[in-house]
């Protein structure tokens, strides 16, 4: 419970998003990330045109991941759908996702740092390990069958009639 709250806690005051206008080449800060577009593309999917999009992510100079969003348009329904970007990791987690090409040809992105998301799993999967453990606890069904069988050697009472 307390690594589920530890997360809690950690994402909901320490998250942190920005939506950005970025061009090819621009780069953008966003808690202690730097976020650069270094390419704009299209691509042709089995049943959906997609705008591509690849921004790398540096930390103190060095290159932590290259994030590939994209926004898609379905044919059949004429449907837009973003494609977000996601790097994960134990600390944080990393999100781009595309919004809309502006006028001069640069693109609305939403960048968020999330930290201590995966704490949220964890904390949820110890919890149900816990419980796993519980029900399988051998000492506490033998508590249950001697009381059962304590139970069964009391005497009946008389009935009255």
């Known amino acids: 419970l307390a690594v589920t709250i530890v997360g809690v806690v950690m994402v909901s ?3 942190m998003e920005r939506n950005v206008r970025l061009d090819i080449g621009e780069q953008v800060n966003l808690g202690g990330y730097d976020f650069t577009l270094t390419e704009l593309g299209e691509r042709r999917g089995p049943n959906f045109l997609a ?6 992510v540096a930390r103190e100079g060095r290159i932590v991941t290259t994030l590939y969003p994209e926004k898609r348009l379905y044919i059949a329904r004429g449907q837009p759908m973003t494609d977000v970007a996601l790097d994960p990791g134990l600390l944080r987690d990393l999100y781009v ?9 640069s693109w609305a992105m939403r960048l968020q740092v999330k930290p201590f998301v995966r704490w949220l799993w964890l904390g949820a999967l110890l919890m149900a390990s816990g419980g796993v453990l519980a029900v399988a606890d051998r000492r506490y069904r033998r508590r249950r069958a001697a009381a059962a069988d304590r139970e ?6 008389e009935v009255r009639a």
């Open 13 to 15: 005051n320490y998250a």
């Open 51 to 56: 705008d591509t999009a690849t921004i790398e």
């Open 97 to 105: 996702a595309m919004g809309e090409e502006l006028d001069d040809g």
């Open 152 to 157: 069964s050697m009391r005497p009946a009472r």
